[in-house]
């Protein structure tokens, strides 16, 4: 007859030995160990920009934001930064509430200072007249890029611009390319307006001898127009007269 029952050969004949349960004392210094690891695994996998010699001020507009540095938190505006290369300040990013701004803006104010701006509330005047709801703006300063009443580019700002090329054919590719000259008031509006496309045209053939394909650029002069802060002073002034490489995002 048939067991009913079934049984597997070699089976142990003895009940394992059971752990002895964790004191109390020992599983909380067992969870906060745990705890511990965990806190320096997240630690660990945050990232900073590698320090370097670009000094960044990093603003937002109309109100402060969280920043982050390829997606990790690095704290909130205003903060100041120095980080080894323009493809770092490309990686600084922000938000508000979840909100991504309208415009970021990567201003030159030397080869080796920048400003950072997030604007959350609308574009500046310059990508609206574009029709950009969007964009990623490199404003370079003209007393960064050019002499005075010059449209040569400077040598010591070559290394910036080769960044530039570099950041657009590697994080950039395929997108169109504004290339924007402006002025102040201070002049004939005709005058102003050759130099800015000028201006404009040195920085265009500049991006394309570095492989920055010539369908993707469209150049613009505005002279005065579209101004970023009020000509009325001579900073407001200083700010006005720039080069920008316009990106819609």
Not at 11 to 19: G, K, V
Not at 92 to 105: F, I, T
Request: one cysteine or more; proline letters at 8%.
């Amino acid at each position: 007859m048939r067991s009913r029952f079934l049984y597997r050969k070699n089976s142990p004949t003895t009940e394992p030995a059971r752990r002895a349960p964790i004191p109390h004392t020992g599983r909380a210094l067992f969870w906060c160990a745990v705890a511990a690891a965990v806190v320096a695994g997240c630690a660990a996998q945050k990232l900073t920009p590698p320090p370097g010699d670009l000094a960044v001020q990093v603003t937002a507009a109309p109100y402060d934001a969280d920043v982050t540095y390829k997606g990790s938190p690095l704290g909130r505006t205003p903060m100041s930064l120095s980080v080894a290369s323009v493809a770092d300040v490309v990686a600084l990013d922000a938000q508000v509430a979840g909100r991504l701004p309208v415009e970021k803006r990567v201003r030159f104010e030397t080869p080796t200072q920048i400003a950072l701006s997030f604007r959350f509330d609308h574009p500046s005047a310059s990508v609206a007249a574009l029709g950009l709801a969007r964009a990623v703006v490199f404003d370079y300063s003209n007393s960064a890029t050019f002499d005075f009443d010059r449209a040569d580019l400077k040598p010591e700002f070559s290394p910036v611009l080769a960044s530039e090329a570099d950041i657009l054919n590697t994080y950039f590719p395929g997108i169109d390319v504004f290339v924007c000259g402006y002025t102040d008031s201070v002049g004939a509006p005709a005058y102003n307006l050759e130099l800015s496309l000028k201006r404009a045209q040195a920085v265009s053939d500049f991006l394309r001898g570095h492989q920055v394909a010539k369908e993707r650029m469209r150049i613009q002069g505005f002279g005065a127009d579209y101004p970023v802060e009020s000509n009325g002073t001579k900073e407001g002034r200083a700010l006005n007269r720039r080069t920008e490489v316009l990106l819609p995002q």
